[in-house]
């Protein structure tokens, strides 16, 4: 199966700086590499997703960047907020979703 | 417009017994998936069930099945419970005919979730 590895497994950064999340995985048939925030007593929620066939999707604060040569893809939030504490899990997709082992991200307000 | 819904969202059960959980998909979707979540984890893929059977199956042991009912609701069954089946368990739901063409992956909407404690 996929081996998905995250880092950092934690992440805190003050109000209004910027965050990266960077995600590594194995199987070079995955396509389809979503990132998820689960905030406390919820279930992970859809926050952006890029395909193969782009290296780069932005939305507002929130930009996916795709490296499929080496494998990585990276979540990149700026001018973080409090809101924006939570855990996130990237979920590269081949045959199914395998989630990485996640990164809590705490703003620091 | 109700997201997908779960229940129960806590329980407790002892070794060697057995759990069923329910999960009712997003409004107009027709696929669940399901998913176990250990502590401090990345939810872990169990199955996922279209037009009432089973499609694909993770890594998991046939203590674990499932059912898909003709309003696209599911369960979820484990039996023999085990010290370890101690997790979250999280429902996915996701429109088939929504798949990618390109990537061949749906965009799955979780559930809360329904806590299972095992002692």
């Known amino acids: 199966g996929e081996n998905v590895e995250q880092h950092p497994s934690t992440l805190s950064v003050q109000e209004g700086d910027s965050a990266v999340i960077k995600c590594t995985y194995s199987d070079s048939a995955s396509n389809y590499f979503p990132w998820y925030k689960q905030e406390l007593g919820k279930g992970p929620q859809l926050i952006i997703d890029i395909r193969s066939n782009v290296g780069e999707k932005k939305d507002q604060r929130i930009a996916v960047t795709l490296n499929k040569t080496a494998k990585h893809f990276s979540l990149h939030i700026t001018e973080t907020q409090p809101e924006d504490s939570a855990v996130y899990f990237c979920?590269?997709?081949?045959?199914?979703?395998?989630f990485g082992t996640g990164t809590s991200l705490t703003v620091i307000p | 417009d109700a997201g997908v819904t779960q229940s129960p969202t806590h329980l407790i059960k002892t070794r060697g017994q057995q759990v069923t959980l329910r999960c009712s998909p997003k409004?107009?979707?027709?696929?669940v998936s399901w998913y176990q979540q250990a502590l401090g984890q990345g939810p872990q893929f169990i199955f996922q069930y279209y037009e009432e059977e089973e499609r694909q199956r993770g890594n998991f042991p046939d203590r674990f099945s499932g059912h898909q009912f003709p309003n696209y609701s599911s369960e979820l069954n484990v039996n023999a419970l085990l010290l370890g089946d101690s997790a979250l368990y999280l429902c996915a739901s996701s429109l088939a005919t929504f798949v990618s063409t390109l990537t061949g992956a749906n965009v799955l909407t979780f559930g809360a979730g329904s806590r299972l404690t095992v002692l």
């Open positions: 409004s107009g979707h027709d696929t």
């Open positions: 979920a590269p997709h081949g045959n199914q979703f395998y």
